[in-house]
Structure formats: C-alpha cells, structure tokens
C-alpha cells in the first residue's frame, strides 16, 4: 500500500514561484512512477509532470515547459514540483499520483488512468 502526502500549495501573484513535495509512504521506489496533476474548478484533471523514477526520465505539458521541474529525492521518498514564473491559468487543486508500472517509454506524460495512488491535493492559488 503506498500513501502520498502533499505540501507547499499557496497562494501568490503571477510571476512568483511554488515549490510542491510529495512524500510516499510505502515501497514505492522499486521501479515506479510519480507524477502531478492538477484540476480547476469545471475542469478535467490534466497532467503536469511525471518522472520515472527508475531512469529520470521527465515529461512535461506543453503549458509548464521551461516554468516547472520535477524532481525526486529517492532516500527521503520524496518528489518536488518546482513552479516559477507562474500564471493564473496555473491556479488549481494539484495532485499528487504514483503507480508502481514503468513509465520511462510513455512519449509524454502519462495519462490519470495510468497511476493507481494519488494524494489528497494541494491548492495553489495564483492571482494576477
């Protein structure tokens, strides 16, 4: 069983920056995959940034590219969502996810049905 834990979320004004963490409780660094999405209010949940923690393998939405870095830290089981230069249309619920399945051939980033655990979520509020 593996239980995924966010921090970080805020709020702050376009341009600032947010660091997200996301600690797993559980064997979930044995070839895995750990990922963030986020969903706004009326909105799918979409994909941000996954990693294949086997590999480092990084994927990344086109809207994040060059703003956010994903990142892990495999002794403390901890993954980061590092956001700089953010926009508005970046406020939502953001998710942590993890799956014990290879991710490092997906071409993008994987899709929600892909990740079987998933955190409680961390707000992040950007105002303009």
């Known amino acids: 069983q593996v239980q995924l834990v966010e921090s970080g979320g805020g709020s702050v004004q376009a341009g600032g920056s947010l660091r997200l963490s996301c600690t797993a409780f559980g064997s979930i660094y044995s070839g895995d995959c750990m990922g963030w999405f986020r969903q706004a209010p009326g909105k799918e949940r979409e994909g941000v940034a996954t990693?294949?923690?086997?590999?480092?393998?990084?994927y990344y939405d086109d809207s994040v590219k060059g703003r956010f870095t994903i990142s892990q830290d495999s002794a403390k089981n901890t993954m980061s969502l590092q956001m700089n230069s953010l926009k508005p249309e970046d406020t939502a619920m953001y998710y942590c996810?993890?799956?014990?399945?290879?991710?490092?051939?997906?071409?993008?980033?994987?899709?929600?049905?892909?990740?079987?655990?998933w955190g409680q979520g961390t707000q992040v509020t950007v105002s303009s």
């Open positions: 990693i294949d923690t086997v590999g480092g393998r990084t």
């Open positions: 996810a993890a799956d014990f399945k290879y991710c490092g051939s997906w071409p993008s980033v994987p899709t929600r049905t892909f990740f079987s655990y």
